[in-house]
């Protein structure tokens, strides 16, 4: 973790209207926290039995892992002060790409999984080049380039491949091959890491929060701006790529638009994120607690035998409240 | 306008600290006060935008409410920032007439009728080009005169102004001084708040000295000069300029950079000029004389047309401001907020962010050494006397100098051999303006180039060894020495470039 930035030296002056201020930043800071452990806590006290077992846990986190690694690779973009709205179509098409080149290119297994990821990192290339180049508005770019994805990938396989697809693909997220823990959680573990490492720990991490702090200032800092950015972008794209090719895995078959529904709660995790610790900042552990938040909300209300309308219900909801709690997270932050 | 014992404080440190002020109509009431000494906070309070902890304001004997904008503008204040907060696209009248009440006919804005207030307002600040003048077109100064006919068409009885001569030229100015004087004539209460000190004394009727939140002076026009002012502000005597200080660079040597028949646009024809090693070399002028175009493309922001540039006498490519930077060039710029400064950033953030790859753990591979990065911010804070309370406190706290120190010190440590400061001391306190000149003195002999940009001419005065002083796109003049003078560099500014005998540097 980044040193925590320091807090003002003096306790807050003992008035009420200090307090109330003192309570919302908490709030803004820890709330998503706190509304997480509550979830927990809330589940486990009315469906103990379900809720509060290994099996569950394990079945949440791996719900978890791919959300996650698509969140994460949106963290970046918008840490450079960017959007993608490409990722979820990036995903379905990599993940029907990558079972079509086994079942109908017949490549092998890694070869098949290699191509994916770096088609997805090139599509993030290719949105990175629009948006720094072309200097098109990047939700006008990526929300193009995804729309042509979708049409694409219906040109290549109108129908769901499922056939042909080779037994280790789909056991790459059934097997648990560290810990008992599925393959997915593993991969995720890794990727975030990874993530967080480059993002706190490396030049180009400094560099992509400089870019989103002040673009002219870091332009003036002699940070070469536009190499950042496409290099969030790229990111975004092969972790939407590694989502999809999971997804694909999971489902046993490459299917349209499989993994457009992940772009929402993509947004949702990463908004809610952006409120944990750090005023309105965008980081990769705030990410994971976003998604954390949703995965735990999807399985309470399964468990709970919501009907399914519900879903999108929680998650637009979620969504809005996210992205407000981050506005106001950023304006005390703003104030302070 | 009573203000009584108003406080506020923010975070348990004291912005303003029962502060007492008397504002009377047709007067034009002077704040001064170094950076953080409470003059904004007082303004905001005034405006609504902030509520204090305590105190009260009264206007005409009645009480304003605390924290209303609306409350506050419709007592008849009117607030004028530094940041004028026009519409860029909308024209001047729409401007004025924003937030305003207007006339409609079938439901549309009836912008003749609605206009009449604003036209009379207009005509009484004497606003000359047309109000249909889309605001993006117009100069700084026309700008401040929108803002004003827009306070005037809201009647309003006192008009706060912030620092409204910081991007204005010195005839500006003066437009804007005659029109303040009117204005108050008029009866309308004036609060003037500038870092500009002659300024103050020679407009305002009176003057309130904020320091530390607390007013520590008050006094009638004529009862204080500068000095006593300046003494008032920071608690002891500022350094008056010598000549015999400065610096007279060899130059017979080679330059460390130069400049030779730059042209971009319409804003700089032709400007040729060396810089030596030792000096400090400053660009007087009025706004718009092309010097800050001329910093951006020594710093690689923009492209000149035609010219070259040497560093170290080697001819010199920029192709962006990366490359000036890899070059070794640097620009602090004049906008310190927009342009400078990663607000949510920390202090530590803000300083390395240039010299991240002499911070890696280990060379070549790209991670950061936070030990490293932690010791080469401290060093730079302390080198500097940057006032935080840490390497890993937010940027967004510090005053106006100390941020803009720490835009100096992302420099030291990068292998900069050409700092270009635009306006180091812009919104800067007098104490600290203080210190960023010996910081760019320091630098200047240790062998950095340095060119700094300055519409301040007292600024130019202090700080340069040698001037040459821009207008409308060309180098007019060059003063060494004791020509170094207030006086002159304002004469040359003036001086039409064609009566010049060509003394280009």
Avoid at chain 1, 294 to 311: D, R, Y
Wanted: one cysteine or more; hydrophobic letters at 50%; charged letters at 20%.
């Amino acid at each position: 973790m980044r040193a925590e930035v320091a807090t003002p030296k003096d306790a807050p002056l003992p008035r009420k209207s200090s307090w109330k201020r003192t309570a919302l930043i908490w709030l803004s800071r820890y709330g998503t926290i706190v509304g997480l452990l509550l979830m927990v806590v809330f589940f486990s006290i009315n469906a103990p039995g379900i809720f509060l077992s290994r099996a569950n846990f394990l079945n949440i986190l791996s719900q978890a892992s791919l959300t996650a690694i698509i969140a994460s690779g949106l963290t970046y973009t918008l840490v450079v002060g960017e959007f993608d709205l490409s990722i979820g179509y990036v995903a379905s098409f990599v993940g029907l790409i990558v079972t079509g080149l086994m079942a109908y290119e017949g490549l092998p297994i890694w070869l098949s999984i290699a191509c994916a990821l770096l088609l997805g990192a090139g599509i993030g290339v290719l949105n990175g080049l629009l948006v720094t180049k072309v200097r098109i508005n990047a939700v006008i770019s990526t929300l193009g380039i995804g729309t042509m994805l979708t049409g694409i990938g219906f040109t290549y396989s109108a129908f769901p491949i499922a056939t042909g697809i080779p037994r280790a693909f789909t056991d790459i997220s059934l097997g648990r091959l560290v810990f008992g823990l599925p393959n997915p959680v593993i991969i995720m573990v890794v990727v975030l890491v990874a993530l967080w490492v480059i993002l706190n720990k490396t030049d180009i991490g400094q560099k992509m929060q400089a870019v989103g702090s002040n673009l002219e200032a870091s332009r003036l800092s002699g940070i070469r701006v536009d190499r950042i950015k496409i290099f969030a972008f790229a990111t975004a794209g092969f972790c939407a790529a590694l989502t999809g090719t999971l997804l694909s895995s999971l489902l046993g078959s490459g299917t349209l638009a499989a993994a457009d529904g992940y772009l929402l709660d993509a947004f949702a995790a990463v908004f809610l994120g952006s409120a944990t610790l750090r005023e309105g900042e965008f980081h990769i552990s705030g990410t994971l607690i976003g998604v954390l938040i949703l995965a735990v909300g999807f399985n309470g209300l399964s468990i709970f035998g919501a009907p399914t309308h519900f879903q999108p219900i929680f998650k637009g909801g979620i969504l809005v409240l996210a992205v407000g709690m981050s506005a106001l997270a950023r304006r005390y932050a703003a104030t302070a | 306008m009573r203000i009584r014992g108003l406080t506020k404080s923010f975070a348990g440190e004291l912005a303003l600290d029962h502060a007492d002020l008397d504002i009377e109509r047709g007067k034009v009431h002077g704040l001064v006060g170094a950076n953080g000494a409470g003059k904004s906070t007082l303004i905001r309070c005034l405006a609504g935008v902030t509520v204090p902890d305590a105190g009260s304001v009264a206007i005409a004997g009645e009480e304003l409410q605390r924290g209303s904008p609306q409350a506050s503008e419709r007592a008849g204040l009117a607030f004028i920032h530094q940041e004028l907060n026009l519409i860029p696209h909308f024209n001047a009248l729409q401007n004025m007439l924003l937030g305003a009440p207007k006339a409609t006919r079938f439901g549309m804005i009836d912008w003749q009728r609605s206009g009449v207030a604003a036209r009379a307002a207009a005509e009484r600040v004497g606003i000359r080009f047309p109000l249909d003048a889309r605001v993006s077109d117009l100069s700084v100064a026309e700008r401040w005169l929108v803002m004003i006919g827009k306070a005037l068409t809201r009647d309003a009885s006192m008009i706060a102004m912030d620092e409204p001569t910081a991007s204005l030229s010195e005839p500006e100015s003066e437009q804007l001084f005659a029109i303040i004087r009117d204005l108050s004539a008029q009866g309308v209460a004036i609060l003037y708040v500038s870092h500009r000190l002659e300024e103050v004394l020679r407009l305002c009727d009176r003057i309130t000295v904020l320091r530390d939140g607390r007013v520590v002076g008050e006094a009638e026009r004529g009862a204080l000069n500068k000095k006593g002012l300046v003494r008032a502000i920071i608690g002891h005597d500022v350094r008056t300029p010598d000549a015999s200080t400065r610096f007279a660079a060899d130059r017979s040597k080679r330059p460390i950079f130069s400049a030779r028949d730059i042209a971009w646009k319409s804003a700089v024809k032709g400007v040729s000029l060396d810089l030596y090693r030792g000096e400090v070399l400053a660009l007087g002028g009025l706004i718009g004389a092309g010097r800050t175009e001329l910093a951006h493309l020594i710093a690689g922001v923009t492209r000149p047309d035609a010219g070259r540039f040497e560093l170290d006498g080697k001819p010199l490519e920029i192709a962006d401001e990366a490359g000036a930077v890899r070059a070794g060039i640097a620009l602090v710029p004049e906008e310190r907020r927009s342009q400078g400064l990663m607000l949510q950033q920390s202090v530590g953030f803000n300083i390395n962010i240039s010299t991240l790859k002499k911070l890696r753990s280990i060379p070549g591979l790209p991670f950061v050494s936070d030990r490293k990065a932690r010791h080469q911010a401290e060093a730079l804070v302390a080198d500097l006397g940057i006032k935080t309370p840490g390497v890993a406190a937010k940027i967004a706290g510090l005053s106006g100098g100390n941020q803009q120190k720490a835009l100096i010190a992302r420099w030291l440590n990068a292998g900069t051999k050409l700092l270009i400061l635009d306006e180091p001391s812009r919104g800067v306190d007098i104490g600290a303006r203080e210190e960023i000149h010996d910081a760019i003195r320091t630098l200047a002999r240790s062998g950095v180039g340095i060119l700094v940009i300055s519409s301040d001419v007292e600024e130019l005065a202090l700080l340069a060894d040698r001037v040459l002083v821009m207008r409308e796109g060309r180098v007019t003049g060059e003063l060494t020495g004791a020509d170094i003078t207030e006086a002159r560099i304002i004469e040359l500014s003036y001086q039409d470039a064609n009566d010049e005998e060509g003394d280009d540097a």
